[in-house]
């Protein structure tokens, strides 16, 4: 296993041109991501609120954390690695494994195999990488983070140190021997992490000391798996990469194309070839990379996503889509196209039984899709948020959804389950009345002015309520005035057996949603 220290920030820093001494914190939901090690020594932690980490460091400098960012600086790593260790598994931005056994015999020995690797990142500018070796992929990343012996035992029992501290490596059937000092928060599960201390368990060693039949009956599946790396049992294999091969597109117009529809046309041919090559290697695209340059220079680039793999004619969709967005203002000189995500082309084979309605789906509403634009076949993804409106999202068919707000994270405010099934995109001005037929109003305590009993729509339609409940109050986001929103929410049933989801802010009263 292959670690460079501190990843996300050097990155980051190399992307912002900062200097490696910088104390720099990675932002992302308003939390520190990752943090330099200057920022460290002062206090600045993984998980501290932006306003805390910056009270601590007043010179602290925050970055957005970039995920995207972070994988394209690792990708000239893994292409370096692969020229003297192929069979790659990347594990995250920062982090590879590798079979070890074939690269020990190729350079004569494991430390040898660690050093061409160390050298290779070297070159590349990443000094501080370490090498862990060790049976299983959690044991060689906590050998790599904690590099600096050879812990296979000689004929004395002493432990061999490796001269620097960029090389651990563990003997072959010593990995739990290795984990048991470790610490249990070692672990990557926070609700374990803090429960076995409160047992009397405070290191790998002693869980894995407990019977593995015991763990699954008290922990479930999951701390089954934890308790199996803890004991320096690790059935995940190291599933080696498909690089990406040389098969870009590339078609200069002279003279330059001004319309989509004659860009579409002008591609269809490399089109037809860009798949055909990757068919050749065994491949199949799932993430496309279209780059448009226009005549005066300037450029469109985009990564197109795909439920399962493009064909031809779905290339020549993305360009015409992309053309089409009006992010160039010139006529189109080169288009490139390029496949930033591969597959085997065995994993996305069509099933023999069962698959052809989906196909068939697929296929119509692609066919839709290419007369009437990108967006004009959307479709629901639950995500995450307070109000119902926050909790889908809509994603172009054929896209892979990208959902910002997670939907499993504890959203504090938000209306319990079931959520309406109609939910209006615009909400409906209307008006609640009190049995005197008076506007009911809530004070600042949460107090209602008088029980709903009449729901009046803006044309005069009257609904009389049998039921209702709440208010629910909702203060979101009081820190983005633009975003800002502060709600009372209520459900009520009219006579006819609706249930309506209402709202009272500083405007009026809205309908929300219904409940059909």
Do not use: N
């Not at 893994?78 to 990347?90: N, R, T, W």
């Not at 290191?203 to 009956?217: I, M, N, R, Y």
């Not at 008076?438 to 600042?444: A, F, H, K, L, P």
């Amino acid at each position: 296993m292959l670690w460079v220290p501190d990843w996300p920030v050097a990155a980051h820093a190399q992307a912002e041109r900062l200097p490696a001494s910088a104390a720099l914190a990675l932002i992302e939901k308003g939390e520190v991501f990752a943090c330099s090690a200057a920022a460290r020594a002062e206090g600045v932690r993984r998980g501290m609120r932006q306003r805390e980490a910056q009270s601590r460091c007043p010179q602290l400098q925050v970055v957005r954390y970039d995920p995207a960012l972070d994988s394209r600086a690792f990708e000239p790593v893994l292409v370096a690695l692969e020229q003297s260790l192929p069979g790659l598994h990347p594990v995250r931005p920062g982090t590879v494994a590798v079979r070890a056994r074939g690269p020990a015999r190729y350079y004569g020995s494991e430390k040898a195999a660690a050093l061409t690797v160390l050298g290779t990142v070297a070159e590349l500018g990443w000094e501080r990488a370490r090498v862990g070796i060790a049976d299983g992929l959690f044991a060689a990343e906590r050998a790599a983070r904690s590099a600096g012996f050879d812990t296979r035992r000689p004929a004395d029992g002493a432990t061999q140190p490796m001269g620097g501290e960029a090389i651990t490596i563990v003997g072959a059937g010593e990995a739990g021997v290795f984990l048991a000092p470790m610490p249990i928060s070692t672990l990557d599960d926070p609700e374990l992490v803090s429960l076995l201390p409160r047992l009397g368990i405070r290191t790998l060693g002693d869980f894995a000391a407990l019977g593995p039949s015991d763990v699954a009956a008290r922990f479930g599946p999951l701390g089954a798996r934890l308790h199996a790396l803890a004991s320096g049992r690790d059935p995940r294999p190291a599933t080696p990469r498909i690089p990406p091969r040389d098969i870009d597109a590339v078609i200069d117009f002279e003279p330059p194309l001004e319309t989509s529809d004659q860009l579409a046309f002008a591609v269809r041919a490399a089109s037809d070839e860009f798949i055909e090559a990757l068919l050749a290697q065994r491949l199949v695209c799932t993430a496309l990379r279209v780059e448009l340059i226009g005549d005066r220079g300037e450029t469109s680039e985009r990564v197109w996503l795909h439920p399962r793999s493009f064909s031809a004619a779905e290339v020549v969709d993305r360009v015409r889509w992309q053309a089409d967005g009006g992010e160039l203002h010139s006529p189109v000189t080169r288009v490139r196209i390029m496949p930033d995500a591969v597959d085997p082309v065995g994993v996305h084979e069509r099933g023999l039984w069962g698959t052809g309605p989906d196909e068939g789906v697929h296929s119509a509403l692609s066919r839709v899709q290419g007369m009437i634009g990108h967006r004009g076949v959307l479709t629901a993804t639950e995500s995450g948020g307070r109000t119902v409106a926050e909790r889908q999202t809509l994603v172009p068919w054929g896209d892979r959804p990208l959902v910002a707000r997670d939907p499993r994270k504890p959203w504090p405010g938000a209306l319990p389950a079931p959520a309406p099934s109609t939910v209006y995109e615009v909400p409906r001005p209307i008006a609640v009345h009190d049995v005197r037929g008076r506007v009911v109003s809530v004070d600042e305590r949460g107090a209602l002015s008088a029980a709903p009993a009449v729901l009046v729509s803006q044309t005069g339609g009257r609904r009389e309520l049998s039921a209702w409940a709440g208010p629910w109050p909702l203060e979101q986001r009081w820190w983005d005035a633009a975003a800002a929103r502060s709600a009372h929410r209520f459900q009520a049933v009219d006579t006819d057996g609706i249930a309506w989801l209402l709202a009272l802010d500083a405007e009026g009263w809205w309908a929300e949603g219904r409940y059909d």
